[in-house]
Structure formats: structure tokens, C-alpha cells
């Protein structure tokens, strides 16, 4: 990875994709200052992060959701930008115009762009789109990705082998609209532009392995206008990205006794795929059930999205007992039906 401009952020999320952000910030020598609830103190991504700070009690609303918190925590630890993790926070408007008054950088669409384009904080929801990393003067490393949504949650997600036909007019005008960094495009039956979302969508992996490219490092040049030599042009590889979650009941609690899925990026040598597991707990760590219940994200690339499936899907079957139930035989049903007869239908 390159070094960036940015020294400090304060990385506003939780969970495996605070814990993917934490650790890439690692990687690049940029300090991760972490928030939590009362309830997650010793949360994963607390103990990864350099600093963290406890923005108040268990309530989402109180705590990691609460603008006013938030901006607090980064002028106390006195970081150069906010990072927001979630389409929640990397799309909300007032966050990021909060954090523009206090001085700090915000990493992503300036607020009023946000305002303009719907900074609603919604995770995307249409079944096909786009990914990309949105620059002054072009959309690179743009992946098709579809959608399998389970119970309304989003389960899996990959590139499909036939695209999802041509990128909105309204997508293409991005750049001149002044949207900076990260961006999953929706797109509604009729092939135009549904939804925009910031941040560090569900399915934002798939970009990642496509393109062999970091999504945080590519957040952190938008914030400075640093873009690299790559135009971001050529065609990805097919990927495919797998959300594990917890069964638990709403509201009830678990505790983590076996390891996750936990497999870093270039762990993987000697083979024509790429595979990249985060998990947001450790053997021990109290599954709190005031929040959603991801407990890891897998994802893969391969010559052909059966192989990608297939990775996943190794990785996904056979996990030692972890001392919560989860989901992970019903999205290894979803990559056997979108890969086909090469993935065993693991039951």
C-alpha cells in the first residue's frame, strides 16, 4: 500500500468493517482512533485501533449513530479527518457538514453533494448496480455487482458473468456533481439510476478483489485529490462477497467461543484466486444484541465467479464451533445457485 496524506482519522463504525478499516489503516501508517458504546469497550475493533474513544451508552442513537458525539471524539483526540464506515454515517449530511465547521476532513462527499443526491445513509437495497471510486474527472475501477437479498438482509453479492447492462447517464455525471470517494449505484428495472449510497457499502468487497485494490487507501487520496497512474480502466476479475451473520434473536445476546473466518489480504499464495475473510470478534467477545448481528465478511476473486463462489464457500464450510448460530449454510445455498454444479451444495 502507499502512504498517504492523511496521519489520523477517527473511524466511525463497528463491527468487521471497522475492523477491515482499522487494519488497513495499519498497513498505510495512518493512526485509527476508534469509537464505541458502553457496550463494546472491549470490542475487536477497539483492541486493533491505536486510541479509542467511548461516545456514550449502548443505543446506536447514543453512541455510534449521535453526530454531536462523534465530532467531539475527533476534536478530543485531535485527528486530522473522520473516516465514516457505514452508508449510515458516510451518508449523512449533517455528520459530514459538522465535521467541515469543526475544522476536520471529511473522507467522502462534501455535505451539501450529499444533500443534493440524497445523503439519507441508506444501505443500498436494489438487486443490481454498480461500484466505484468516484475521482474529479472520472468513475474507475466501475464493477457490476447483483444482489441476493435474504429476508430483506444482504447475504451475497457478486459480479455477474453477463454485467447489468450500460452505467446510468445520471451515475456517469458523478465526477461534475462533485461526489468524491467511494459509491454503490443502484439501478431500478428500467436501467436507471435508483439509489446512491457513500462509504463502505455491504458489497463494497467485490470492488476490492475485482480490482486488487483497497477501498480505504482509495478513500483517503479522495480526500487530498491524490489520485494514482492507474486510470482504473481495466476490466476486473469476477469476485464475489459473503455477509456471515448471527440467527441470534433480535435483541438477544451470544457470546463468541470458536475463531471466525479471519484471513488478510495476500494470506492466500499460490493460486489463481484471492480470498479475504474479516471477522468482528474473538473467542470470548460478547455478541451484544443491540446491533446488527454481522459476525464476519468473505470474499474472493477467481478467473470465473464459479471459482470465487467455490473459495468462499471453502472458507465458509467446516468453521469449528463458534458458540452463536449463524447463517453460514444458507449463503453457501446462494453461491452453489449462483455458481452452479462446480460448488458443492454444502448442507
Request: aromatic share 4%.
Amino acid at each position: 500500500m502507499a502512504q498517504t496524506a492523511v496521519e489520523s482519522v477517527l473511524v466511525a463504525g463497528r463491527g468487521p468493517a471497522a475492523c477491515a478499516v482499522i487494519a488497513a489503516c495499519t498497513q498505510l501508517g495512518v493512526k485509527a482512533v476508534a469509537v464505541c458504546s458502553e457496550a463494546e469497550q472491549d470490542a475487536r475493533h477497539v483492541r486493533m485501533a491505536d486510541e479509542s474513544v467511548l461516545l456514550g451508552p449502548a443505543p446506536a442513537a447514543e453512541s455510534y449513530l449521535d453526530v454531536r458525539r462523534l465530532v467531539e471524539a475527533a476534536r478530543r483526540t485531535r485527528v486530522h479527518a473522520v473516516l465514516p464506515v457505514p452508508s449510515a454515517l458516510a451518508g449523512n449530511a449533517r455528520l459530514a457538514a459538522a465535521v467541515a465547521e469543526a475544522g476536520l476532513t471529511w473522507i467522502g462527499p462534501h455535505a451539501e453533494v450529499l444533500e443534493r443526491l440524497g445523503g439519507d445513509g441508506v444501505e443500498p437495497a436494489s438487486g443490481r448496480g454498480f461500484l466505484a471510486w468516484v475521482t474529479k474527472d472520472a468513475l474507475r475501477y466501475v464493477t457490476p455487482v447483483v444482489r441476493d437479498p435474504a429476508g430483506g438482509t444482504l447475504r451475497v453479492s457478486w459480479t455477474p458473468a453477463e454485467g447489468v447492462g450500460p452505467l446510468p447517464a445520471a451515475a456517469r455525471r458523478l465526477p461534475e456533481l462533485g461526489w468524491r470517494g467511494l459509491v454503490t449505484v443502484g439501478i431500478d428495472p428500467d436501467g436507471e439510476l435508483a439509489e446512491v449510497a457513500a462509504g463502505f457499502s455491504l458489497d463494497m468487497a467485490v470492488l476490492e478483489r475485482s480490482h486488487g485494490v483497497d477501498a480505504v487507501e482509495l478513500s483517503l487520496r479522495s480526500a487530498v485529490d491524490d489520485a494514482p497512474d492507474d486510470d482504473g480502466t481495466a476490466p476486473g476479475r469476477p469476485a464475489v462477497a459473503v455477509q456471515l451473520r448471527a440467527t441470534l434473536a433480535p435483541g438477544v445476546a451470544g457470546r463468541v467461543t470458536g475463531r471466525l473466518p479471519d484471513l488478510p489480504p495476500g494470506s492466500v499464495q499460490g493460486t489463481d484466486r484471492e480470498v479475504v475473510a474479516v471477522r468482528g470478534y474473538d473467542p470470548g467477545d460478547r455478541l451484544d444484541g443491540w446491533y446488527d448481528a454481522l459476525l464476519a465478511t468473505v470474499s474472493a476473486s477467481a478467473p470465473d465467479v464459479a471459482a470465487a463462489a467455490r473459495a468462499a464457500t471453502d472458507v465458509l464450510t467446516g468453521l469449528p464451533g463458534t458458540g452463536v448460530p449463524h447463517d453460514a449454510a444458507e449463503a453457501c445455498r446462494v453461491l452453489h445457485r449462483i455458481a452452479g454444479p462446480l460448488v458443492a451444495d454444502r448442507r
